[in-house]
């Protein structure tokens, strides 16, 4: 779903969201209906992606619900709120610039980036391997209607992020952690590392610092190499969490002229930028010169 949302922010290059606040009580059917229509083809081949990329060696059930709310030190749970999170933003620039009024927008946005989450937990449930999770299907609705925020503060304070690094435990489980590195990337939760970004202005009330300064905390879990814990430890290996703390940079917030830049800046926004990194992963604390 990472890539999905990425391919949907190619959209904003078509349809100009950066241009002038619109503040119109009237929709733009046409480019309402040409907003639909494009995201509904890309929705259609991420999904398709999605089914060949992590359901292709299940085999298919009975839809039954299973609670895997203790696996992955969850890690998946966290990449659903992140996922939803940026959906909603995407269908909010969109609909807004079709001419729906923010409040509304954002409304419509969040329920629908919601319901474009729903089809994965229908995967999940009729999949042998996994099943429909209610703890999935929370980190969905919070992360669709986190954005929100903008409207209480008058802008999105926390701004989840992603970062990722190839594991050395992906070759021990190909099957399930991933055979290259795109099945990795979506799989493999030992390299994978969510961030909540923050200005350094939010402790500054004369808004002392740059403003596309920022910090992140970061979360993230080593040696999984199999969902449940109990597992795991049967298999010798002793899943940890990891908790960071980082500097980044907002690039929505550094200011260009040209409009294919600023769009430019504003994909790539969604991820963390490498930079040096306090860990505690519970026992020690690790410095990295450099943490991707």
Known sequence: MRILFIAFSILLLFQNPLSAQIQKDSIDGKKLRNIILAESTLYAAGMTGLGFLWYKDNESQSFQFFNDNNQWLQMDKVGHLYTAYHLTNINYLLLKNAGMRPKKAMLYSSISSTAMMLPIEIFDGFSTSYG???????????GAFLPYQQFLFDQNYINPKFSFSQSRYAHLRPNTLGKNYIEQ???DYNGQTYWLSTDFNIFSKENKFPNWLQFSIGYSGNQMVYGNPFDNLENGYYSNRQWLLSMDLNFEKIKVEQQWLKIILKVINKVKIPFPAVEWNGKDVVLHPLYF
């Open 132 to 142: 429909a999770s209610w703890g999935d299907a929370l980190a969905n609705i919070i």
């Open 185 to 187: 990337l979506i799989k």
